[in-house]
């Protein structure tokens, strides 16, 4: 669900920072993949140190007011708290930390003397920027090359508009501003690419994610009225924003999937005005991966469900969308790894559903060439690092984030790329002291 700071005042605020109970050891910090100190920056703000309290947060997030905006709290943080564990309502964090960070903005300081060190980060996402700011502060020069014209990645570019405004992500940005993080923008990143950036610097992150998507394997995928989950809220999220015009759905919206991209999907056709909206999923509720509080908003809008079921053709009419046959499954009674399997249940027969749009949201992976680009294999469709570590088989190159551990959230991206940065920094003084001893 959105978290906004509007409606959302100071003395709401402090009323809500007032039903903190302070734990020690807090749960709710446990349960970050920031760790932020909730209990340490809602005391602050308690004490009307606003300032303070911005400092906590963006020591340990430095994209503080996007994850406060967009993160799952319901999992993660307000998940964990005690009020919750105790039957009553969770303090609102992610709000909390919206309402001060938006607020309090503060910029990130340059330090005032670095190495002659020089890492080059590609991809200007939650990793590549989690990174940037942590070598940033351990006196290493980041710079950050970027495909696109802005950063923020994925963030920036599908995540609803409704979970996800514009103005957190450019508060977070503004930040960065002046902290010596230099930023290149419409950068072409390919093999050549890479095998000079590794002489150019001393040392490459991998921050790419995962922009690829997989795809059905079914002919009329290329039909009008058929869109893949990434490319759909792209666009609806660019004409939210207002740039550009929002895809026509028509009446009867279908998307195929039962993952968080699959029900962002299934809940941005109904805020663009779709009558009817079913998602279908091969398994049942219990083994859809997407999040309880995602699927709860979608059935709160209206959205319909149908479990194992599967697209069995597309039916177009001159290279139009006109329906879809679905077919039933069944549950395999051996589980795999502790997950039921399916299989087509031939007592039950295909059936016609006539559809205007039909979204695809079966997984993301990452893009097609990828591993040729960085030149390394492929372990379970990611980028394979070494155990215990973010270095690739690459000398000096280092990948961490969603291409390296599947779908994930935003502050756990952030997080991973400054834990890649203090490796980073461990690898170039490791450099340091061999090329010392062999001098």
Same mark, same amino acid.
């Given at each position: ?92 964090? =992610? ?20 190495s002659q060190k020089r890492v080059a980060i590609i991809g200007a ?32 570019? %599908? ?55 997989? &795809? ?17 809220? &792209? ?20 998307? %195929? ?59 177009t009419n001159q290279d139009q969308l006109q329906a879809v046959k679905i077919g039933q499954m069944r549950f395999?009674?051996?589980?795999? =790894? ?25 997984? &993301? ?9 960085? =030149? ?24 961490? =984030? ?38």
């Open positions: 669900m959105l978290r906004t700071t509007s409606n959302f005042g100071f003395s709401q605020a402090l009323v809500e920072a007032q039903r903190c109970l302070s734990c020690y050891q807090a749960p709710c910090t446990q349960a970050c993949p920031a760790s932020v100190d909730v209990p340490g920056f809602i005391r602050r703000f308690r004490e009307d140190n606003l300032r303070g309290a911005s400092e906590i947060i963006y020591e340990s997030c430095p994209l503080g007011c996007t994850c406060g905006t967009a993160c799952p709290t319901s999992v993660l943080c307000e998940g964990a708290c005690v009020l919750a564990q105790l039957g009553q309502t969770p303090i609102r964090i =992610g709000s909390l930390q919206a309402f001060i960070t938006t607020s309090s903005p503060l910029e990130e300081p340059p330090l005032k003397e670095k996402g939650p990793a590549g920027i989690g990174c940037a700011v942590q070598l940033n502060r351990l006196g290493i020069q980041p710079d950050i090359f970027e495909r696109d014209e802005q950063p923020g990645g994925m963030v920036t570019r %599908v995540i609803p508009a409704h979970r996800l405004p514009a103005e957190p992500m450019k508060i977070d940005l503004m930040r960065l501003q002046n902290s010596g993080i230099h930023f290149h923008y419409q950068q072409n990143i390919d093999k050549e690419k890479v095998s000079q950036l590794l002489k150019d610097f001393d040392a490459v992150f991998a921050g790419v994610g995962l922009a690829g998507e997989n &795809q059905p394997n079914l002919p009329g995928t290329q039909a009008t009225g058929v869109y893949s989950a990434l490319d759909f809220l &792209q666009k609806a999220r660019s004409a939210a924003l207002g740039d550009g015009s929002a895809p026509q759905l028509g009446k009867r919206v279908l998307v %195929v999937g039962g993952g968080n991209v699959a029900l962002d999907a299934a809940v941005v056709a109904k805020h663009l005005g779709a009558e009817q909206v079913l998602v279908i999923y091969r398994r049942s509720k219990d083994e859809m991966p997407g999040w309880e509080s995602e699927y709860l908003e979608a059935c709160s809008l209206g959205v319909e469900f149908r479990w194992l079921s599967v697209i069995d053709e597309i039916i395999i009674t051996e589980s795999v =790894g502790g997950r039921r399997w399916v299989e087509p249940d031939p007592e039950i027969p295909a059936y016609t559903l006539p559809c205007d749009t039909l979204i695809f949201a079966l997984g &993301q992976t990452l893009e097609k060439g990828i591993q040729e680009v960085f =030149g390394l294999g492929v372990h379970a469709s990611l980028l394979p690092v070494k155990e215990g570590t973010y270095q690739t088989s690459i000398p000096g190159l280092f990948a961490a =984030g969603e291409a390296v551990s599947g779908g994930s959230t935003i502050v756990a991206c952030m997080s991973a790329g400054m834990a890649v940065a203090r490796e980073i920094a461990q690898f170039l003084h490791s450099q340091d002291i061999e090329g010392g001893q062999h001098g």
